[in-house]
């Protein structure tokens, strides 16, 4: 229950939350839970920026109070109205009656939309400054990283940005720092939390960024508002750059479903084609992986293969549950490709076709269909597809 320093007078005071396996309803399986980062300023003006989930107001209370009389408190900033950081600014403003809300317009909008109650707002723009005593607050707005309210606080003088949503990771952990866990740990965690939450907003996040560094914001640590706090804050700087541009790796992605095994085999004798190429081959049965894990899987992999029976002239219902996921999250620079076995009609390949389309993935070539199950005639085809798959993923812009 600790509260942890990050700098003089600015503390972590936010709830671990080590039970939690979905976010945001069941878009986001969180396999490691995750954090609501709190921070709490010590000045003249005593400041707290962002609460946690309402469940765990009173976690986040026992630290503040470890510091200081939560009557104390002079301002909170509200960087976005989502109730998993906003949750529990009814309980610390019922306790800290003097203290004045600072948000940006559209926040206060949502605040009152959530929360019906007229706090004592003050409203603050990009650019604005906030004396604190010692030290200045400074804003800016990040609309659509990944609400219209969004916005990050910085630190002038510590040089920490309090970059709430972005940047973060759903990781729960006793540590608090990036670098007192393995970087692949942590830069896991953030490639599944970017892939699956801020790919759609991706373009937003690399201008934002930029827009720091217009406003003389030198980014010496980055506290967002889930998971660990980067010390070493360039490292996730250049990811982000990365996976906007949609740069990947020589990999291929195949999720696919089956209904008697013909399709599986299929897969099995693509990925054989694909490693024979030398590229990175990892498959996974869709009705039996987490789809947000895959997701995660294709934002470092530079082609995806689906693959499917027919049921019905369509897909098998597994494959639209994933595409309809990926297909919001606007995927760049993937090349696809489909398979799949049928009875009579076909239909599968088609359609996974359209989907990929829709989503802007280059087809490689028309997708690749057996009747009932693959002969070995057609399973060498499938390797050779597998092959020539790999061959265009090598031609690819490599990063
Ligand atoms: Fe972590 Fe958009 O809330």
Redesign the pocket.
């Known amino acids: 229950m600790n509260p942890v320093k990050l700098a003089e007078g600015i503390y972590w005071v936010g709830a671990v939350d080590w039970d939690t396996r979905f976010f945001h309803g069941h878009t986001f399986s969180t396999h490691h839970g995750t954090t609501y980062n709190a921070y709490l300023i010590i000045d003249e003006k005593v400041t707290l920026v962002d609460t946690v989930f309402p469940p765990f107001a009173e976690e986040m209370l026992e630290r503040i109070k470890q510091i200081i009389d939560p009557q104390k408190i002079d301002y909170v900033v509200a960087n976005?109205v989502?109730m998993?950081?906003s949750g529990s600014l009814p309980k610390i403003l019922s306790l800290a009656p003097k203290a004045k809300l600072i948000c940006n317009v559209r926040c206060k909008e949502g605040l009152l939309k959530h929360y019906f109650t007229n706090w004592d707002f003050q409203l603050v723009k990009t650019g604005d400054k906030l004396s604190l005593g010692k030290r200045t607050l400074s804003f800016l707005e990040t609309p659509m990283l990944?609400?219209p309210d969004s916005m990050w606080t910085y630190l002038i003088e510590d040089e920490i940005l309090l970059c709430n949503?972005a940047l973060g990771q759903h990781y729960a952990s006793s540590e608090r720092f990036d670098d007192e866990i393995e970087e692949c740990t942590i830069m896991h965690a953030a490639a599944k939390y970017y892939a699956n939450i801020l790919m759609l907003f991706g373009s937003i996040a690399v201008k934002k960024i930029g827009e720091t560094q217009k406003l003389g914001w030198k980014i010496r640590m980055a506290a967002p508002?889930?998971g660990l706090i980067w010390k070493n804050p360039q490292s996730i700087i250049d990811a982000y750059f990365h996976w906007e541009k949609g740069e990947a790796k020589d990999r291929v992605v195949i999720a696919f479903d089956s209904m008697y095994g013909a399709t599986e085999k299929m897969a099995l004798a693509i990925a054989e084609g694909i490693k024979k190429e030398k590229v990175e081959v990892d498959i996974y049965k869709l009705p039996i992986s987490d789809k947000h894990d895959v997701i995660a899987e294709v934002l470092e992999a530079k082609g995806l293969l689906v693959g499917s029976s027919t049921v019905n002239n369509d897909y098998l219902p597994d494959i639209p549950a994933f595409l309809v996921n990926l297909r919001g999250l606007k995927p760049k620079n993937k090349i696809g490709g489909a398979f799949g076995s049928f009875g009579w009609s076909g239909g599968a390949v088609k359609n996974i076709e359209n989907m990929l389309q829709e989503m802007k993935i280059e087809i490689f070539e028309p997708g690749i269909s057996v009747k009932y199950v693959p002969t070995e005639e057609e399973l060498n085809k499938c390797f050779e597809f597998g092959r020539r798959f790999a061959q265009r993923i090598k031609g690819a812009g490599s990063t």
């Open positions: 976005h989502e998993d950081h990944h609400w949503d508002a889930h």
